[in-house]
């Protein structure tokens, strides 16, 4: 069913007293993810944002609680606050991975209200990708270009209007009555292509799992991360990296205690009080990347954590590139002990 | 909303104790500000706890009380880094923060009935002191057999809660032995690693679990003898320490292999610790 973008623009906007509006935006340096006063100023032709949407439930930089001293004594504060949003325009490689992330922060034990309320309170609005870039591959992932899941409502740019499609309840209660019309003969031919299209990169990742069972002692390690800088940029601009660091600020009798994004890239990132390391090279580092996405994850979750978004092979300054370290193991000789 | 797992209570440190020679360790004694809080805050021996220093951040330690002991909290911390640091110097009465308790726990249900002997080295005697109180408790010294401390320090100044362990070489109920490594004036006890020390008192395997606690090295030489003794590894626990933020399984850096340290630890069996990578 089909929507004009112009009636669309102006049911989002008429939900702004109680919604603030995330959408792509254009500003040096990429497309992000960001608050937009109204709909005519979210951009609509575009890739993907350079970081994925991620940080707008987990923020790179956030205050967990915030305290005062007097003397002795002290006072603490939750810094939790939570703004009811609209995200507009995800793709499905970043849809898929915010599924992703409610599985990490949301464990057996534990629920991250932090994560949560804002999750809870966001309607996620999913957006076919009529480009392609040369670096995705989310069609070997288990998702396609056209794929909705993780949306609340899912659409395909038609041009002057969009192919709508509600998907959740959550998504169906947000924007109620829109008086959707039937689409053309031709624009059900331009949804049909957007929705068969498959990325044109691919890579095997059937076997991957089984695999690296037997790999953690496997030479293919040794070489494999020997350019890599450690830069942590890869993690940054993943859509499921969700490791972080929780720090203080800390001013006179003042304070906060922050979280932070942080990265397995980074050798600080397990290094114990006593000095000991126990991935103490870029190589054990690299293997646990691996091995999180590709193994831990699947066993502990139930899913790969890697939703072929391409953003880490389009952000590494020394070109290194999944879908090769993918095939490496792919290739890898297991050693026979 | 649920209850924030980021939010700390408040306690007070009631006693800031130098327990070694070397002032290195010192054992924190926090009391509960409310009846609600210590409710709220169940735990079992093996668990630990995130600590805050207002000022100067949070470290997790394992908690050094037993359940037995109601109203506090005790944490013997070494002297490590700025969190620790902070600690040692905090004045008596000031309000510290906790989030906990963390973790699993020693498996005194899988104990019931069983011979027990608790190895420990150095400082990692914390939570293995907890455990030893929780087993002497009258409410249930009568679940389990035998009870045998193996307990050794570099020196009787290292050895940690020594009016505890002076009382314990006269109580009938559990079978301490203490060790240093080199012979030192006034010591009568054992003299001898632990490794060695183990070999010559541990008790028969037979219907016996072992917990070993204390550092890598102590623990590497342990084991082989353990095996010798026939413990089989389902019957060896040890507990874990990892670089640890969160504590609840979601900040990444404490893993081995599929298992977190913080949630999925920090006690593991030998035989669980077989299947998983050796990155620790």
């Known amino acids: 069913m089909k929507i004009s973008k112009e009636k669309f623009g102006q049911s989002v906007d008429a939900l702004s007293s109680d919604y603030r509006l995330i959408a792509p935006v254009s500003e040096a340096g990429g497309v992000n993810y960001k608050a937009v006063k109204s709909f005519s100023d979210v951009k609509q032709d575009y890739l993907n944002s350079k970081l994925p949407p991620k940080s707008l439930f987990f923020p790179q930089h956030e205050k967990l609680i915030s305290y005062v001293k007097n003397g002795k004594d002290v006072t603490v504060k939750n810094e939790l606050k939570v703004e009811k949003t609209i995200l507009f325009g995800v793709r499905p490689c970043d849809a898929k991975g915010l599924l992703l992330l409610d599985k990490v922060f949301k464990n057996d034990q534990y629920q991250d209200p932090y994560y949560y309320e804002r999750r809870n309170n966001t309607v996620v609005i999913g957006m076919a990708c009529k480009t392609i870039a040369p670096t995705c591959f989310c069609s070997s992932m288990g998702l396609s270009p056209a794929s909705s899941e993780g949306a609340d409502i899912f659409l395909i740019d038609l041009g002057d209007s969009y192919d709508l499609e509600i998907i959740t309840e959550k998504g169906k209660a947000l924007l109620g009555d829109l008086g959707l019309s039937e689409l053309t003969a031709q624009e059900q031919a331009l949804v049909d292509a957007v929705k068969s299209a498959q990325t044109t990169s691919q890579v095997d990742v059937s076997t991957i799992t089984e695999k690296l069972d037997k790999m953690f002692d496997n030479p293919y390690w040794e070489n494999l991360q020997e350019k890599c800088l450690g830069c942590n940029t890869c993690s940054f601009s993943c859509p499921t990296c969700h490791c972080f660091d929780i720090s203080e600020e800390v001013c006179q009798n003042s304070g906060s205690r922050v979280r932070t994004w942080d990265a397995c890239m980074a050798p600080l990132f397990t290094l114990h009080g006593s000095g000991h390391n126990p991935r103490s090279t870029q190589k054990a580092r690299w293997r646990q990347r691996m091995m999180h996405k590709f193994n831990y994850f699947v066993h502990n979750n139930g899913d790969i954590a890697c939703v072929g978004c391409g953003r880490c092979i389009r952000s590494c300054p020394v070109n290194m590139d999944m879908r090769q370290i993918i095939d490496g193991v792919n290739k890898a000789e297991l050693v026979v002990e | ?280």
């Open chain 2, 1 to 280: 909303m649920e209850q924030n797992p980021y939010l700390p209570i408040t306690m007070k440190l009631t006693k800031n104790l130098v327990e070694t020679e070397d002032r290195n360790i010192n054992t924190f004694t926090l009391e509960f500000l409310n009846k609600q809080d210590e409710e709220n805050f169940k735990y079992m021996p093996g668990q630990f706890a995130e600590l805050s220093a207002f000022g100067y951040g949070e470290a997790p330690f394992g908690i050094a009380t037993s359940p037995t002991e109601p109203g506090i909290l005790k944490f013997s911390v070494a002297k490590v880094g700025c969190v620790s640091n902070a600690l040692h110097l905090m004045e008596e009465g000031t309000m510290v923060g906790v989030r906990g308790p963390m973790g699993n726990y020693y498996p005194v249900e899988e104990f019931k009935g069983k011979n027990l002997v608790i190895i420990g080295g150095g400082f990692a005697f914390t939570t293995l002191r907890a455990l030893a109180v929780y087993m002497l408790d009258p409410a249930h010294r009568g679940d389990y057999g035998d009870i045998t401390v193996i307990y050794g320090a570099r020196n009787p100044g290292l050895l940690l809660y020594k009016e505890e362990l002076a009382a314990w070489e006269n109580n009938p109920n559990i079978n301490l032995v203490t060790t240093i490594d080199r012979p030192a004036e006034g010591w009568t006890k054992h003299v001898g690693f632990i490794p060695s020390i183990t070999e010559q008192v541990a008790p028969s395997s037979v219907n016996t679990y072992a917990v070993v606690c204390g550092p890598p090295a102590m623990i590497k030489f342990t084991l082989p003898v353990l095996e010798k003794l026939n413990f089989p590894p389902e019957r060896i626990y040890t507990s874990l320490e990892m670089r640890m933020k969160c504590g609840l399984g979601i900040c990444g850096r404490c893993n081995i292999g599929t298992e977190y340290v913080c949630k999925d630890g920090p006690v593991f069996s030998m035989a669980q610790l077989k299947d998983l990578p050796s990155e620790y």
